[in-house]
């Protein structure tokens, strides 16, 4: 495959990773205005078997257990989403975004972990870009 062809695939790649990126941005900017995001804070965390497929991984994901309330009552609930490590410590005040319809599968939106995943898509989207730059000009 030529240089250009090569360029090509990377500013694709970096466009989709930077579109993504700021998708979820607004995504998440969209659910902290919406009528079911509500206070709630970390009570605890699930430790959970890791498969063992990222770089890096302790065999254990850790999912935060969240209390919060909603019109259709109180809830403690733990968290779909895991990391290898212990994020914000028990008692941090976080905003969730319950589903009406299922409080259960609520997202937390105001973890500092989250903005750093989104931040590195775009950096990572950045990246492709340059590395597209550089084989355009390098032919």
Do not use: C
């Not at 969209?30 to 078997?49: C, D, F, K, N, Q």
């Not at 019109?71 to 975004?97: D, N, Y």
Request: charged fraction near 20%.
């Amino acid at each position: 495959m030529s240089g250009a062809g090569n360029a090509a695939i990377f500013w694709v790649l970096g466009a989709l990773f930077i579109a993504f990126g700021i998708y979820s941005g607004a995504r998440r900017r969209r659910l902290a205005a919406s009528e079911h995001t509500v206070p709630g804070e970390i009570v605890g965390y699930e430790e959970m078997a890791d498969t063992g497929m990222e770089r890096g991984s302790t065999g254990v994901k850790y999912h935060p257990i969240v209390q919060f309330q909603t019109s259709g009552g109180s809830f403690r609930e733990m968290s779909r989403s895991g990391s290898s490590t212990m994020g914000s410590p028990v008692g941090t005040k976080v905003e969730v975004h319950a589903r009406p319809d299922d409080p259960a599968a609520f997202e937390i939106l105001s973890e500092p972990e989250s903005a750093r995943r989104q931040s590195l898509v775009i950096a990572v989207g950045v990246a492709f870009v340059a590395v597209g730059v550089v084989l355009a000009i390098g032919k």
